[in-house]
């Protein structure tokens, strides 16, 4: 089979892209990443020398690249996109243009050629949960996207449900909580904790810093990726989630505190993310009844290795580090 990857060079797609040619070592994989600042070549070193992968540099707006490129494929499966609400409040336009049209501009392609259309996004789609509740977002619960990431990522699903319905292509959806692990952009949470504590800095919590994310090792995310494109139903969205149980963000920097050795005198209170979401909880229970797929790497034990890998790789994320601080400046 020839995917056709989208996004691959970035946190979850590069991931992805090591996984599946290990998985299913007689597939072959095109990755189409524009790389912008968050697309990093250094991500797939290892994988470059594979004879069934292949790199192109260019953008999901392409029309004729994307056509191009779809001729070739067998399916698509697409992780590109604006991926962090941050920049998403300083700019929101690269949003709408990057996950609604480029998400269109692939499902125009995979219409014309009718392949099979795997769309990865967000559970941010469904908005907030009060913190306290025991809800859970499952694949009814209505969307109430708050940032222009979400919004941006709840109009593409509407394109791939709608072209579905209307054109009849064959197509699923994940809708995935808080992903962790290696290759992640220090920009995000996590690893931003974790670099600017090497460099000797401090953990900068949003708020009150009682938000809540359900936290999802990068390789369970894969499996249930694998998952769908293996076994999921055609016009079927699955919730994949994890198993961190409501742990709030001030308590993960605790964790990280005390897996480098450092004490809470290392956290700083910073202003609020604007439309901050206070709780995300996901209920897999379908894909897990459906497609056997459950988490299998826990928060605590992964969170360790996770502090382990960007100890053990600062030439791949200093490069990017200064950068990515220049944001919130
Ligand atoms: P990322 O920001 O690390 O990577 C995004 C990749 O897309 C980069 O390599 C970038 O160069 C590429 N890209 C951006 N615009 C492009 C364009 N116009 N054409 C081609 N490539 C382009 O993102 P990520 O965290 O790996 O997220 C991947 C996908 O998973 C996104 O769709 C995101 O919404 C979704 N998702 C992420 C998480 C998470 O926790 N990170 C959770 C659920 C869903
Ligand atoms: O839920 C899935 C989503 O998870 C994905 O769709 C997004 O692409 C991904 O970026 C992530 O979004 P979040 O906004 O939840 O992730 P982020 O790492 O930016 O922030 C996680 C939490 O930590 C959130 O409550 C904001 C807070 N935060 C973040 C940063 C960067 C801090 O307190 N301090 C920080 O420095």
Redesign the pocket.
Known sequence: MNILVTGGAGFIGSNFIRYWLTEHPQDVITNLDALTYAGNLASLKDVEVNPNYEFIQGSILDAELVGQLVETADRIVHFAAE????RSILGPEAFVETNIRGTFTLLEAARKKKIPFHHIS???VFGSLELGSSAKFTEHTPYQPNSP??AS?AGSDHLVRAYHETYGLPVTITN????FGPYQHP????P??ITDLIDGGTV???GD?L?V?DWLYVQDHCRAIDAVLTNGKNGETYLVGGMSQDIS?KDIALKVLEIMGMSEDKITYVAD?PG??RR?AVDWTKIHDELGWQPEHSFEEWLKETVEWYKNNQSWWRPLKEKAESIYK
């Open positions: 991926s962090h609400v941050d967000t559970d941010e990431y979400s990522k995935c909580s808080n992903n920009e995000k949470f996590i931003r904790m900068k919590i949003y810093g938000y994310r963000n993310r901050h979401d995300y």
